[in-house]
């Protein structure tokens, strides 16, 4: 089986899949194309290390550009690689142009390909990930859910039942695994903070971040907020490269803007956060699991999950929503988690499971 990876939240995902693989006698050992989408040492190679993940068999170094460069660069590579290993599935995971190029490049050439994460739906087509997950969802050959909605939207789309199934959700294989060593860390202690005494922040969506006049109120609401709790901000490079360009950001020594963190030390702070302000779709998920409260800095969510039975609360992308939205949340009282049905950390055993029950089926022409 070709598992692929490219871009940070695809790293968390594959870990527990090629864990499980690697144990099943019945498949030939995994292969690993990372298609190098994310490529810096803390967006990639430091995620290697956390989480314990095997060197990949095949790099693709497809590295940054416009949409259309980064998924022809992945095709073009990722075609050879396929033709060469002539894998029994290919494997992708999440939404990023990484993810739909290795579909298409592996559905047509004619070789099964899984979704993970498949059926997640924002409806908001001016998000470049919902194109992604559309177009993925309506070629894979197997599409592994991770909660009720996402199946009821597949089906929606007219997708049969027997390509769909809910085997829960894999990054919180991931959490499972590692939240022991990340709670060791504390790693809220290095960067000056006391444990449930500060504000954790992530910001990197193009409609967040790349406007500099947005940006701007974003870090004016964070400073404000900073005269009241600790603010830390590790920066994803697309909003670190925004930032250089507002002179004078730090104007408080309460909000720490650093460098994008390695896995343990992101789950560590993410675990020891009063409550996180973020328009990631990994940490609504993780902060959701982990009990934390998370103030989701969109208009909408393809992970309506977290609201419903998680820790998640859609505020708009209005800067001028930031500063009440966390003063009530410091207000509150934290409750704790709420199991979330298949949220479990099996989910990669349910993943192979439905893998190499339905490689049986396609052997035996069903
Ligand atoms: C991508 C995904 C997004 C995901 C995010 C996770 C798409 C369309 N977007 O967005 O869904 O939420 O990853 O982090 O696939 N850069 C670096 N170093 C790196 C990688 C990127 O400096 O290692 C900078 C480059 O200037 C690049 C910019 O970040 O142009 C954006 O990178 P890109 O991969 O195009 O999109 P992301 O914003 O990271
Ligand atoms: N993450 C990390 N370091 C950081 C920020 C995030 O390790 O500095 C992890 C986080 O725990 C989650 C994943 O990256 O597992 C989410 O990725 P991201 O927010 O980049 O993408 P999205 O989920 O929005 O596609």
């Known amino acids: 089986m070709v598992v692929v990876a490219g871009a940070r939240p695809n790293f968390m995902k594959v870990a527990p899949i090629l864990k499980v693989l690697e144990t099943r006698s019945e498949c030939f050992p995994p292969v690993l194309v990372h298609t190098g989408q994310h490529y810096d040492h803390e967006m990639s190679a430091t995620f290697f290390r956390d989480l314990a993940l095997q060197e990949p068999h095949h790099y693709l170094g497809i590295g940054s550009g416009t949409h259309a460069e980064q998924v022809a660069r992945a095709m073009l590579a990722l075609e050879p690689v396929l033709e060469a290993e002539r894998p029994e599935w290919v494997v992708v995971v999440g939404d990023v142009n990484s993810t739909v190029a ?20 924002s409806y908001d087509r001016r998000m470049p990930e919902e194109l992604n997950r559309v177009a993925t969802d309506s070629i894979c050959d197997l599409l592994l859910t991770p909660s009720e909605d996402a199946d009821a939207n597949l089906r929606r789309e007219g997708i049969p039942a027997e390509r769909i199934v809910r085997v829960g959700n894999v990054m919180i294989d991931s959490i499972v695994a590692h939240l022991p060593a990340a709670r060791a860390l504390r790693a809220w202690e290095g960067e000056g903070c006391g ?17 500099i006049e947005k940006l701007t109120q974003i870090i004016d ?20 490269e925004r930032l250089q360009l507002i002179r004078g950001h730090h104007r408080s020594k309460r909000l720490r803007i650093v460098r994008p963190m390695g896995y343990l030390a992101f789950l560590s702070v993410l675990s020891g956060a009063r409550v996180v302000l973020t328009d990631s779709g990994g940490v609504q998920e993780e902060s959701s699991f982990l009990g934390i409260p998370c103030l989701t800095f969109r208009e909408n969510t393809e992970r309506p999950v977290t609201i419903e039975r998680g820790t998640s609360r859609l505020i708009g992308t209005d800067a001028r929503r930031i500063v009440p939205s966390i003063q009530e949340s410091l207000q509150q009282e934290l409750t704790g988690p709420r199991p979330i ?11 192979v499971a439905s893998l190499l029950r339905v490689r049986d089926d396609f052997k035996r022409g069903m």
């Open 195 to 211: 444990e449930r005494r500060y504000v954790l922040i992530t910001l990197h969506r193009p409609s967040n971040v790349d406007a």
């Open 102 to 121: 290795a579909a298409f490049t592996a559905v047509k050439m004619g070789i099964p390909t899984a979704h993970i994460e498949a059926g997640l739906r």
């Open 341 to 351: 049905p298949l949220w479990d950390g099996h989910a990669a055993d349910r993943i």
């Open 221 to 240: 609401a964070l400073c404000e907020v900073a005269r009241d709790i600790p603010v830390l901000f590790p920066a994803h490079p697309r909003t670190a």
